[in-house]
């Protein structure tokens, strides 16, 4: 319900929309579907080999956008570099067959560990604790042994479970208070797993480690906590095989309040890992403001430019994961926006405020180029008025194909988290010039799909920086070899991008900057 009254709201304002700028409609009509598809078919080519962070394509990438935000003439900010290094480690882990009961199993077949802990686990006993409630962890002692924990959430009359396997908040808060009680290991189970697990068939998809940013200090402490794989059912079966019940059986005692069960058996695994430095980079390009007393705010449009790489899923014909919509769609989308803005500043009608377009890197490893920009700004974010994040914009969405408005809309979220003031200059700048159909269907922090954690503006509303997210969902080629070039609308591509820079264009150029009148309402845990 929320969702519709802000897309009414929409359509009222939209009876009343602001005139036309015509210096903004002169450099917005710059960003077209042709040069999109310049820029996309570069980036998103084979030669770039899928744009893996820490890989030779992201290099590629990283040097093709530099020399892009050079040629349009944006200053190098970081000491005279377009580079922010960005210092990575990568987490080698080694997992051996996890055995439970004589019964072995496969990481990335049956089950999941992506930790980076060491240990070895050699344990008689077995714990079912259920869905994990505060009820069926009390009195629970489970020190030393195999948690086997129920990752769903609790049924409750009249309310619809979410049953897919990401964690959302209140399971972390489970996991966390499990790991307060030192267990050995927990297996989270969750069947739909199964189906996921399929296509890789024991081969990590990334062929690569754990990527984390590198502290400062060398002495950081490892991780000691139990190491959580999740696992499909069959797994569980093999846990519990000793209680003479199955999984579905002991789920379905949970479900009508039975209490926990501790169980004898044997479960047994061995993790070892090895590290290394990785190589990567944020790209920044800066354009200084017009106006003396505004020039030291700074506006950013950011999107990451890496990818998943290569793909090394067993009897895979397609080697490449190109990433043309995630997130070729949105580098492009700034390169075409950084040249709108730079051509109005080449005809002295460049923008008040200063503008940072910033590439990140990471974003797929765990948004680490955008938690190190902001950890590390180059410039203030204290003075930095808004982050207009770009992830996927060139598709039509899962939900939208064959609507009648699928060629034009955009999924918009986060744009009323932080500032009542951003929300209303997007909905003008596009009831004034895109006129596309703003979906805030995921413009909520409680969503399941928890888009709103999962792209780089994130980091920037951690810190009570303003942020709108443009997003066209997900769609069949989602982090798959599908996501080419011959998919893209560019057309749909351009428009959105087009919305991105007249909201960019207003926010550089109004006397005041939007109010932060919610700080911290949308803060949580990716």
């Known amino acids: ?122 344990s008689n006993e077995v714990v079912f604790v259920g869905f994990g409630t505060a009820d069926e962890l009390a009195g629970t002692d489970i020190a030393g042994k195999v948690v086997v924990w129920i990752n769903e959430d609790k049924p409750e009359a009249g309310k619809e479970a979410n049953t897919g396997y990401r964690m959302n908040p209140a399971r972390q808060a489970i996991v966390k208070a499990i790991m307060e009680k030192k267990p050995a290991l927990v297996l989270a189970v969750n069947e739909g797993l199964t189906a996921v697990l399929a296509r890789f068939n024991g081969v990590n998809p990334s062929g690569a480690g754990r990527l984390t940013i590198k502290k400062a200090t060398a002495d950081e402490k490892k991780d000691t906590s139990a190491p959580l794989f999740m696992v499909t059912g069959p797994v569980a079966d093999a846990a519990l095989k000793a209680s003479g019940k199955s999984y579905a059986d002991l789920k379905a005692a949970a479900k009508a309040g ?5 169980i004898k058996g044997t479960a047994a695994v061995t ?51 190109n990433g043309a919509d995630d997130d070729g769609s949105g580098t492009t989308g700034i390169l075409e926006i950084a040249r709108a803005f730079s051509q109005a500043k080449k005809d002295g009608k460049g923008p008040r405020r200063s503008v940072l377009f910033l590439g990140n890197v990471g974003e797929e490893k765990g948004l680490l180029g955008s938690e190190y920009y902001t950890d590390h700004p180059v410039f203030p974010l204290a003075n930095t008025i808004a982050d207009l994040n770009i992830d996927m914009i060139g598709r039509v969405g899962e939900e939208y194909v064959g609507k009648p408005d699928s060629a034009n809309y955009v999924y918009s979220i986060g744009s009323n988290m932080l500032s009542s003031d951003l929300h209303k200059i997007g909905e003008e700048a596009n009831n004034t010039y895109t006129k596309m159909k703003l979906d805030y269907k995921y413009d909520d922090p409680n969503d399941p799909n928890r888009f709103y954690y999962r792209s780089d503006h994130y980091n920037f509303a951690r810190y009570n920086v303003p942020i709108i997210f443009y997003f066209n969902g997900v769609h069949a080629d989602y982090h798959a070899p599908g996501d080419e070039v011959s998919k893209i609308n560019f057309p749909l591509l351009a428009k959105r991008a087009q919305l991105a820079f007249y909201t960019g264009w207003e926010l550089a150029n109004r006397d005041n900057r939007p109010v932060v009148d919610k700080a911290d309402a949308a803060k949580g845990t990716r």
């Not at 310049?38 to 998103?44: E, N, Y």
């Open 1 to 122: 319900m929320k969702k519709l009254t802000l897309w009414v709201t929409g359509l009222a304002i939209s009876a009343t929309a602001c005139a036309q700028n015509p210096t903004a409609v002169k450099y917005g009509s710059l960003i077209t579907a042709a040069d999109a598809k310049k820029h996309l078919s570069i980036l998103a080519s084979d030669e770039f080999e899928g744009r893996e962070t820490g890989k030779p394509g992201a290099e590629k990438a990283a040097n093709y956008i530099a020399a892009e935000f050079k040629k349009l003439g944006l200053q190098a900010p970081v000491k005279g570099s377009y580079f922010l290094d960005v210092p990575l480690v990568e987490n080698m882990v080694t997992v051996s067959p996890l055995t439970l009961n004589g019964q072995s199993f496969m990481n990335w077949k049956d089950f999941v560990y992506q930790g980076s802990a060491e240990t070895k686990v050699n």
């Open 258 to 262: 039975k209490q926990t069960q501790v």
């Open 271 to 321: 993790i070892s890992s090895t590290t290394k430095d990785v190589k990567a980079v944020d790209v920044l390009g800066f354009m200084p403001g017009s106006d003396p007393k505004l020039k030291d705010e700074v506006l950013v449009f950011s999107a990451h430019y890496d990818h998943i790489g290569l793909n090394l899923r067993p009897g895979a014909t397609d080697k490449v994961n």
